[in-house]
């Protein structure tokens, strides 16, 4: 069989040079993560660069100082132990994200926050360091769902979703047991009404999650957490099925490449203020 090199082995980061190639997204590892790998692999398929981040870093501010964005994984970091998230929280990389994200409630940072993007456990960890409002509990159902499923994209201006269009409907991957959202509602009512409510369930509700939230961002629209995972969905032959075969769904891309089709429309406004 010939080989393809526009298919690299599952742990290869390397990718042809593309006018995103400079854009460097942290990946974070904790003790229990599992699907760093997946996640690393998305940003490059996306046009990116990943870079490792491990949550005790020896310096977290220089690493984080060094990337564009960050990406907290799925997993069960710590084991789950207390709750999903509850340890993972105390790492000393996430108190330098909270800080660079603009801190909890947008209260500490000046201009844009870094762009954080929480995906299953790395949402359950956004909500318990506050950077995100509610918290995950276990599904309605009290068992480990792992399927296809259907989101509609209810906000597509926050920085990891911009490249759809709002209203879309996608198919990703969904492998959970503590995935439903919860909060007061007055806290959905200020989510729904700010339109901070970014991908909301389509069909049915897998884990009986609050209005049929799936996924929420923050005011300022840098920090968003998802309870399903797009970087399972960004590769033909290892996506959902879609309309177009078996597996081949790729609709979760577009949360990676929105993100760096961002930043690299900051970086040429920047350099354009410069030459002026």
């Known amino acids: 069989m010939t080989a393809r090199s526009d298919l690299p082995l599952i742990g290869d980061y390397s990718s042809p040079e593309t006018p995103l190639s400079g854009a460097r997204i942290g ?27 491990w949550h005790a870093e020896p310096d977290a501010a220089a690493a984080l100082g060094a990337l564009d964005a960050v ?8 084991g789950d132990y207390l709750r999903a998230g509850a340890i993972a929280r105390f790492a000393p990389v996430m108190d330098e994200i909270v800080q660079a994200a603009g801190g909890r ?5 000046s201009g844009a926050g870094l762009p954080v993007l929480g995906i299953c456990n790395g949402f359950q960890i956004l909500t318990e360091a506050h950077l995100l409002p509610g918290s995950m509990i276990k599904n309605d159902h009290l068992k480990f769902l792992c399927r296809d ?71 300022a629209g840098n920090v968003v957490g998802l309870m399903p995972h797009p970087e399972h969905a960004v590769e033909a032959g290892f996506g959902p099925d879609s309309a177009e075969g078996m597996r081949l769904g790729t609709d979760g891309l577009g949360v990676f490449t929105s993100v760096l ?16």
Do not use: H, M
């Open 105 to 109: 409630d947008g209260s500490s940072g």
């Open 149 to 219: 499923q259907v989101l509609r994209v209810e906000n597509n201006t926050t920085a990891w979703t911009r490249d759809y269009a709002a209203g879309e409907e996608i198919t990703v991957v969904l492998k959970n047991q503590d995935g439903q959202y919860v909060a007061d509602e007055k806290t959905l009512d200020e989510l729904e009404g700010e339109g901070r409510v970014v991908f909301r369930y389509v069909g049915w509700n897998p884990n009986g999650s609050r209005r049929n939230i799936a996924g929420i961002s923050n005011a």
């Open 27 to 53: 990946v974070v590892t904790f003790p229990g993560t599992l699907d760093d790998r997946d996640a690393a692999r998305a940003v490059r398929l996306a046009g990116g660069q990943p870079v490792s981040l």
């Open 71 to 78: 990406v907290i994984p799925g997993g069960f970091s710590y």
């Open 261 to 276: 089709a961002g930043l690299a429309g900051a970086e040429a406004g920047a350099n354009a203020g410069v030459s002026k």
